[in-house]
């Protein structure tokens, strides 16, 4: 794949595979801070390889409008999501290659009580980051004001979305292939998961992976 300039990307919740494409082949990736939250997207929701196939783990916000700016959306605590969420990962993934060596840092970050949704991502994107040793590889930035159309950026706010088929410029993805995963003999191999489904099956691999 041919690297990308530059890539302006919506906040997401343990990001696809193909989000994490676009930020490591590219030479700056912009963050959206400045829009208006979008239910139903990757803003508070991932998708994971459960036992019964694809599984998505939703962040419960709390919404007391309509058009509300993302940096205002805190997470809702009153549901008990955050036990969900790692049950959920114990059970889709502890037999995998990888986890245990992984699991304590997200851990830390998903139980440290975070009441902005837009916060708990860029930590934990972070976080992921510097798990897959890659921090001198990318360069993420966050936007400083909102723009409605990028000139210069290849814009895929709306375009990775959880209703929408991979991305046109990281399409790549469809041909590479397939890794491990734990329950593909019963339902095959699932594309564009959370990057999660990624490095707890492949650990440092899955470098090479998003770099191909």
Not at 40 to 52: D, F, K, L, P, T
Not at 61 to 82: C, E, G, M, R, T
Not at 100 to 129: A, M, W
């Amino acid at each position: 794949m041919n690297k990308f300039s530059k890539v302006l990307l919506s906040t997401a919740y343990f990001p696809p595979i193909e989000y994490f494409i676009a930020i490591v082949n590219s030479h700056t990736a912009y963050i959206e801070q400045y829009e208006n939250f979008q239910k139903q997207s990757y803003r508070n929701r991932c998708e994971i390889y459960g036992a019964n196939g694809k599984l998505s783990l939703i962040v419960p916000v709390v919404k007391n409008a309509k058009h509300i700016p993302v940096l205002d959306i805190n997470i809702d605590y009153s549901k008990a999501w955050v036990h969900q969420h790692l049950k959920a990962l114990d059970s889709s993934y502890r037999s995998t290659p990888f986890y245990e060596y992984y699991r304590d840092d997200i851990l830390e970050i998903l139980l440290s009580n975070e009441t902005s949704l837009f916060n708990l991502n860029i930590r934990l994107t972070n976080k992921i980051i510097e798990l897959l040793g890659i921090e001198t590889l990318v360069n993420l930035e966050l936007t400083t004001s909102f723009e409605d159309e990028s000139n210069d950026k290849i814009d895929f706010r709306n375009s990775i979305h959880p209703k929408k088929p991979i991305a046109d410029a990281i399409d790549a993805i469809k041909k590479m292939q397939p890794y491990y995963q734990v329950y593909s003999d019963k339902y095959g191999h699932i594309l564009n998961l959370s990057i999660l489904d990624l490095i707890f099956n492949e650990g440092p691999n899955s470098i090479s992976y998003l770099m191909k």
